[in-house]
């Protein structure tokens, strides 16, 4: 087999092994993950799983990467052209609407309070944005809005932390309130967005 054809295959593995640990966080649960019951489902022997991953530690890390990868390209800004009140916007916005489509994986990792979960999603400590890239998007858009005078003069750190952590909030209920209106929960961004961009403007 070529090397290439070699790589192909790792991959295709190790991706059947990220899906079907998936699976199982998204019907039981992130605490019920375990490697016995992914070489279970898929007929492996641990050795295989374990050739391709050190431990569940690791396949549950792998799962966050990618959940994150997707969270910073939603949020990416589509323009430069844009001012720091309609990034703010549009990024929360894309941020929403891209968690919606993938409802039981948000729910398992981001209303987790397992120590290893929140290693990767927690944002409420001091210096948070120095390891999350999501928030420190967010503070670099409100420093340059403080800048060009568009907001009132804050600490920046905590005023990112409390709206995302209001955007989050509001998205945790859409996440479990699953049968409302499309047209109503445009109406509900909307307006959680207006007072919460109203508030930090100069």
């Known amino acids: 087999m070529s090397n290439t054809r070699q790589r192909q295959r790792n991959e295709e593995i190790k991706r059947k092994i990220l899906d079907c640990a998936r699976e ?12 016995r019951k992914i070489t279970n489902r898929m ?25 994150y990868e ?37 729910k398992a990792f981001m209303l987790s309070s397992a120590d290893t979960i929140l290693a990767h999603t927690s944002i409420l400590e001091e210096k948070s944005s120095e390891k999350r890239r999501a928030l420190a998007e967010l503070c670099h858009t409100i420093e340059n809005g403080i800048e060009i ?3 009132a003069t804050c600490d920046v750190e905590l005023t990112a932390q409390v709206l995302w952590s209001a955007m989050y909030g509001l998205l945790a209920r859409l996440m479990i309130e699953e049968n409302i209106t499309q047209m ?19």
């Open 24 to 35: 199982i966080i998204d019907e039981d649960g992130v605490g019920s993950l375990s490697i």
């Open 149 to 151: 005078g568009t907001f």
């Open 184 to 202: 109503q929960q445009n109406k509900l961004i909307d307006r959680q967005l207006d007072i919460l961009i109203k508030g930090i403007l100069r």
């Open 70 to 106: 997707r969270i910073l390209s939603a949020i990416a800004p589509i323009t430069d052209d844009l001012s720091p009140d309609e990034m703010i916007r549009i990024s929360f916005k894309n941020y929403i609407f891209s968690a919606l489509t993938w409802r039981s994986e948000w």
């Open 43 to 67: 007929e492996y022997s641990p050795g295989i799983i374990y050739h391709y991953f050190k431990s569940k530690q690791d396949i549950l890390d792998c799962i966050m990467l990618e959940g």
